[in-house]
């Protein structure tokens, strides 16, 4: 039967080692829901909450003289670009399963990793992607994608969020007419850990929002935590100089082709290094900005700013690194009008290569014998 429509129950995405079609095996349960990490299977993206492709065939065109007309349009590499979002829930982070085999948790460490991603479109009756009786339609896969950008939000009203961004040159749909394809993603729902129709998988840890944020373990800048830049009221649980709303993080790590002649499709998509990695901090203003900005400097040292540390880690174990050498690039103070909002303050701070991203879940640490536990 032909779909009318296509809707968030009836997909379900994979990521995997580029070139695997070993499904994910059970591996270690958690609160009772299993969990996925072998870098070497396919495993499965639990908290999606949105998937993206886009392909832009470019073309380069050639003219001669003694004509108008196009003499030829010549067709050059397609650029696959799959973006997708995530609650931040326990479950590994797209990040972690795009990067598999990385050597290391920082930037370079994740660069050259390739993955392959797979979406899979089943029957629009069905409650549960791959249920009992549910045909698959079809499948879309992606092969040899690079991480493109990430960005984390950790917001006052919703859910912390994980985005990521892929790129590639190969995409393939698959129409399997009901049938298997190439890889029946979610064959078996319940040996995938996706739940059943009877008892669907919960979020592992449970979706993070701002209650999850670890303040106390987190490490903020000081214009951030205190009345002053260098000094002021300490950021302890009875006494805040703000109060935060939204903390916001990424990085764009702009791919750039290595090409080679005999081949059309490059060879390799670079990280283009030095990178710039910026975090805002939004808080409800309760005083000023309490940051100064002399033409000449301070008196002392002939300088504004000075280098922060930026750490956030959320309950369930996640921590999002910028490293030591964050400075502020902008503040910005506003709102309060008549309309009856009140005051905020944006803080915006830029570093450049630092950006690591730890989880209990990552592939690249994981053991059979790891246990998830709440920070």
Known sequence: MVNRRIFWAVQG??????GYTTLAGVSSTVNGSDIYHDSTV???????????????????????????ALYENIEEVPDIEVTMEKVIDGAPLIYHLATPGATGAGLVGRSTARCDVRLAIYDDTAELAGGAGNKLQAEVYCSGMYVSSIAYSFPVDGNCTESVTLVGNHK?????????SVLNVFTDTAALGMGTLASPTAAPSGVQRRENVDVYNSTFPAEITSSGVDGGLEFTSTDRKVHINSISTSADLGREEIRELGKKGPYFRYVTFPLEVTCDFEVTATSGDFVNAFEEGRSSDKKNLNDRTIIVVLDEGLAVNLGTKNKLSSVTYGGGDTGGGNSTITFSYSTFNDFTVTHPRDPMTQTDSAVLTRV
């Open 13 to 18: 995405v994979l990521i995997g080692k580029m």
């Open 42 to 68: 396919m495993n499965p993206v639990m908290g999606v909450q949105s998937v993206g492709i886009t392909t832009n065939f470019n073309l380069e065109q050639a003219f001669e003289l003694g004509q108008l």
């Open 172 to 180: 393939e749909w698959i129409d399997s007419g009901g049938e298997a």
